[in-house]
């Protein structure tokens, strides 16, 4: 997919290392005259001698030094490819043995590498590289603080992330994943607004930056872009950051309930608060609706990262205050026990109280002393360790204030106080009528605090001795701070921080006059401070200094130069998050820390336990496994109708085999597991759906029953809402499932609307798992037939069609290495399920890979492909790399790529040991220190084309 650099075909352990090392000592001359040119001579130059026509006109005779193979490297990196693939010699010739192949191989690698940069290895030359449309974006959301999306955009997957907190070090074993159906608008500030897609590369990424071009109709798009976001009513109200520049306006505070299904507020988890309360946010961010609320705790629960404290448990009233404290349990979706100890000034009950409509259950949280109605409340959160440990602080609260007969509406004073000893004051009314004016209220303390207690005051509800509440809702997590307060800090100063993150990087004192000018100049001319704040910040967010990433040409240093830190900041950052660096990340580049191995593996694993990291699944993984292609695919309704569904076939099984790879990914990422489980695996995640299409309901149901609430009903079984959206992480109950290409999402982008195709899973096999995709065809070849009973028409089973398109010479030097890769998985029907037979041939899964081992189904493929792990792994490391350095990868490279397999196998092929790997390379360190171009590098790309 990305680059077409064939695999290790020797492991590690036979030596790839030692043969390197011993072929330094000797000189690039001495190296082709007594290691290359003897093996091409008797095995190649039959074909690629020095007469009229050599064959693929190369004429290999005419090579007589290295000097001769520096003026023509394009080349000898085809040959060896060919001789590595075994592509050549052809079948028909002499072969080498392994011995010979690994010399030449090892021989030729150093003399491709012999670049003349004063001695040093060359780690390719930089480019001009704007942001994509998924970074720009990105990029603006977290410049800003904001908590969605700056525009609308296909790239991003239309689903709620609240379930991915990788610093948990565990996926969860359910995970509540509500999905709007693909092509829906997801919540975005600006809904009418947004950028261009880019062109996908051939074989690679779309952040590669010889694809990244601009016009001027682009950049009169980003010109546009910034004026209708920094125009918007609703940054300020959703930025602390605008709020601090451009004055906050008019805070939205109260949001009205919309039309929308209380589907995720009742069933295993019960009632979360009335439906009909209207909804009042009091967080640091944008407003959120109380159905998007109520998907938050259910996240939150099956993760036991928060949810419903419920006292109704034991059937008593539960008093406390003074000296005694209560211990509850927090309602969660997993089985370790989750307390929360309250504790309060003042003697307080859950009790049943007349006059009072709960939200849910029969008690509600009172004053337990009539018109005792002053308190405070602390709260503890502890996990069920031995020691009972504090768990993590509560970041987040939320609770229903409920309406009581007999009172006038009057207002109960309520204050969060937090960490950093700020406090949040709400006045919110209690009103007249049990369940008639109920009122669901939310919290949120700053980022990098909690909170410490909350006090509420209720004695300005003069009539009735109670104030009372309901469903107290916690939210907790470790707690990070990204950026200070900016109580006390002028606009002068925000502006210069805002240009420092902007452009990632500090400048100079002129440099940052040129921004701070124009904000001068306005105030001086009469312009107000919003306004003329608002001028710098569209001249900052139109710069090319923020739209393109550049790495400068710096005279004084040589002819390759390692980057400063805040250029690795840059490259790590959008690497991992597609997004520009964090304060942390800037201020460790400011410190120097990046230009060492730990400071810069310190900042991986940080970056990597950030919800951010969330873009390497949606964006690395969902390219690498070209999943972007799933929802093009339209299996026939008529012969795969169990792939649609719903009203008129509306639905279908798309989204559901989107999530099921990218959660195997995100597991094996968040887990720190080894990448051959992307091979195989004996785990997987599956909803309803996807259990039922693979027919596992029997096999799994022992699981499904273990997975039942604590005296609910199950949530898995036929009518209960939402379930869909509930995903499981299933032990397999064999090994035909487990890994990436044995899922329904591969295996249906792989296949035609009726029948399976050999040549485009043994093509998808070549180009994602080994990172060696073949070239396209050379002739014009007859379709094989669109429909595999057209083809059982003629006495032919699909195999036996392929054989005989493998008799032309000119399709079989390619298809003798795609077919046996996708007749593998022939078990597999065109959207994924298993099958033995297809039609009226039983299915023929046998096959001989191109380095003779022969398999027989897909699970000894599976056993094939992990007797020689480092083929896979030096792919997956291409892939990575190219993704982290935004371009195609080159023969130089493949240094690069030996080295983060080695050692990642020192590691077991941990993927966060090949991570670690790709920022350690020397290529993403370092870079030709030349002017950077908006092109192509110069030296000519190995292609097949």
């Known amino acids: 997919m990305v680059s077409r650099y064939p695999q290790l075909v020797l492991s590690i352990a036979l030596g790839v290392g030692v043969l390197a090392v011993g072929i330094t000592t000797a000189s690039a001359e001495d190296v082709f005259r007594d290691r290359v040119a003897p093996l091409i001579s008797s095995h190649c130059i039959g074909c690629h001698g020095d007469f009229d026509d050599p064959a693929g006109d190369i004429n290999l005779e005419q090579f007589k030094a290295q000097s001769d193979i520096s003026k023509q490297r394009d080349v000898w990196v085809g040959v060896r490819e060919a001789i ?31 670049v003349d940069l004063g001695g040093a290895r060359d780690p390719g030359k930089p480019i001009l590289r704007r942001l994509t449309r998924l970074e720009y974006n990105n990029a603006i959301r977290d410049l800003f603080g904001l908590k969605i999306d700056v525009f609308n955009f296909p790239e ?135 159905s998007t609320f109520r998907t938050r705790v259910q996240q939150k629960q099956l993760s036991s990262r928060g949810g419903v404290v419920r006292a109704d448990k034991n059937g008593k009233d539960i008093r406390f205050g003074g000296s005694s404290s209560a211990g509850l349990v927090l309602e969660t979706g997993s089985d370790r026990p989750v307390q929360v100890v309250l504790q309060s000034s003042m003697p307080l009950a859950f009790k049943e109280l007349t006059g009072a409509v709960p939200t849910s259950g029969v008690r509600v949280l009172t004053n337990a002393v009539p018109n005792d109605k002053v308190f405070d409340i602390k709260i503890n959160v502890r996990d069920g360790a031995p020691q009972n440990r504090p768990q993590s602080r509560v970041t987040e609260a939320a609770f229903n204030i409920i309406s009581l007969d007999g009172v006038t509406t009057q207002y109960v004073e309520i204050k969060a106080h937090f960490s950093g000893g700020g406090l949040k004051k709400l006045m919110e009314p209690v009103t007249d009528g049990a369940g008639k004016g109920n009122r669901f209220v939310r919290v949120q303390a700053p980022q990098g605090e909690w909170i ?264 898995i079984g036929r009518g209960t809402k939402g379930i869909r959206d509930i995903w499981f992480r299933c032990r397999l109950p064999d090994r035909r499932r487990g890994g990436v290409f044995t899922t329904g999402a591969v295996l249906t982008l792989t296949s035609t609307p009726l029948r399976t195709s050999p040549v485009y899973r043994g093509a998808w096999m070549l180009e994602a798992i080994f990172n060696n995709p073949p070239p396209p065809p050379t002739i014009a070849v007859p379709p094989l037939g669109a429909d595999d009973r057209k083809i059982e028409e003629e006495g032919l089973s699909l195999r036996e069609k392929l054989a005989q398109h493998r008799e032309d010479a000119s399709c079989s030097v390619c298809h003798d290495r795609i077919d046996p890769l996708g007749i593998a998985l022939e078990n597999y029907d065109p959207i994924g399920r298993w099958r033995d037979r297809s039609g009226k041939f039983e299915v023929d899964a046998t096959g001989t890979l191109s380095h003779g081992r022969a398999y027989d189904g897909a699970v000894d493929f599976k056993d094939a492909l992990l007797d020689r792990p480092e083929e896979f792994v030096h792919g997956f490391s291409g892939h990575l790399l190219s993704y982290a350095l935004g371009r195609k990868l080159n023969y130089f490279d493949r240094i690069a790529i030996d080295e983060i397999v080695q050692r990642s196998a020192r590691h077991d092929y941990r993927i966060k040991s090949v991570l670690e790997g790709v920022v350690l390379s020397y290529p993403f360190r370092h870079t030709r220190n030349l002017p950077a171009v908006p092109v192509a590098d110069t030296v000519k790309e190995v292609s097949h084309d």
């Open 156 to 290: 991003r997957i239309p689903l709620d992330r609240t379930y991915f907190e990788p610093d948990n070090a565990q996926l969860g074993d359910q995970l509540l994943i509500p999905v709007t159906p693909y092509g829906k608008v997801h919540p975005a500030l600006l809904r009418e607004a947004g950028l261009p897609g880019e062109n996908p590369a051939e074989h690679g990424f779309t952040n590669r930056g010889d694809t990244l071009n601009i016009s001027p109709i682009l950049i009169e798009k980003y010109l546009d872009l910034s004026e209708q976001l920094l125009e918007s009513e609703g940054l300020a109200q959703a930025s602390p950051w605008a709020a601090a520049l451009l004055g906050s306006g008019a805070i939205r505070t109260a949001i009205p309930e919309r039309d929308v299904t209380a589907r995720y507020s009742r069933g295993r988890f019960g009632s979360m608060f009335d439906d009909s309360a209207t909804v009042v946010d009091h967080s640091n961010s944008a407003g959120m609706e109380l």
């Open 452 to 715: 410490e207690r909350i006090h509420f005051d209720g004695s300005r509800v003069r009539f009735g001795d109670h104030v009372a509440f309901d469903d107290l809702t916690l939210f907790f997590g470790d707690v990070s701070s990204t950026w200070q307060p900016f109580d006390g800090i002028s606009r002068v100063d925000l502006l210069r921080m805002f240009i420092e993150r902007a452009f990632r990087k500090p400048l100079s004192d002129g440099e940052y006059q040129k921004y701070l000018g124009i904000y001068e100049m306005l105030r001086a001319t009469g312009i107000d401070e919003r306004s003329a704040a608002r001028d710098v910040l569209r001249a900052i967010l139109s710069s090319p200094r923020f739209i393109y990433r550049i790495e400068n040409f710096r005279r004084d240093e040589p002819k390759v130069r390692q980057l400063d830190d805040f250029e690795l900041a840059s490259r790590l950052s959008f690497f991992l998050w597609n997004s520009c660096p964090d304060a942390e990340l800037l201020a460790a580049a400011r410190r120097g820390e990046l230009q060492s191995d730990e400071g810069l593996i310190r900042q991986l694993r940080r970056m990597l336990n950030d919800p951010k990291a969330k873009e390497l699944s949606e964006s690395f993984a969902v390219q690498w496994l070209q999943l972007n292609e799933l929802f093009g695919t339209r299996p026939d309704t008529k012969r795969f109708s169990n792939f649609y569904f719903g009203i008129s076939n509306s639905s279908t099984l798309h989204q559901d085999m989107l999530l099921e790879p990218l959660l195997l990914f995100e597991s094996i990422l968040v887990e720190d597991r080894s990448v051959l489980e992307f091979i195989d695996t004996n785990y997987g995640y599956l909803n309803e759906k996807l259990i039922q299409h693979y027919g596992y309901e029997e096999e799994l149901a022992e699981t499904l029953a273990s997975l039942k609430g604590k005296g609910e009903r199950a949530l």
């Open 84 to 114: 590595e693939t075994g592509y050549m010699p052809p079948e028909d010739s002499e072969q080498f043995s392994l011995a010979e192949k690994d010399r030449l191989m090892a021989a030729l690698g150093k003399l491709l590498d012999a």
